[in-house]
Nanobody, 122 residues
Framework: QVQLVASGGGLVQAGGSLRLSCAAS????????VAWFRQAPGKEREFVAF????????YYADSVKGRFTISRDNAKNTAYLQMNSLNPQDTAVYSC???????????????WGQGTQVTVSS
């Protein structure tokens, strides 16, 4: 079966960096767009970034543009989210997802991994 395993979360001070990983199995990884979403307590799930299967095109939410970088290594079936200049508003559970399209909406993604907690202290 398809599995997406997110890792790399943790506690970091404001201004710091973290790198999240999303390891996939059970699917032809290179055929799927991979996205990161996040959900803070009491808030709705929010799109963060995606990287398409074709040409590895990327797209970011305005709130993270210029600070976060999404990438993928198809040989390792893994996608990454490099997060720099973190601030307390970035605190959330971050989840990765895979889908056939390339859109910021949650409905575009068929497969979801469990989340990894990112906590940014001030």
């Amino acid at each position: 079966q398809v599995q997406l395993v997110a890792s790399g979360g943790g506690l970091v001070q404001a201004g710091g960096s973290l790198r999240l990983s999303c390891a996939a199995s059970g699917l032809t990884f290179s055929d799927y767009t991979v996205a990161w979403f996040r959900q803070a307590p009491g808030k709705e799930r929010e799109f963060v970034a995606f990287i398409s299967w074709r040409h590895s095109s990327t797209y970011y939410a305005d709130s993270v543009k210029g600070r976060f970088t999404i990438s993928r290594d198809n040989a390792k079936n893994t996608a990454y989210l490099q997060m720099n200049s973190l601030n307390p508003q970035d605190t959330a559970v971050y989840s990765c997802a895979a889908g056939a399209g390339a859109q910021p909406g949650t409905t575009a993604y068929r497969y979801w991994g469990q989340g990894t907690q990112v906590t940014v202290s001030s």
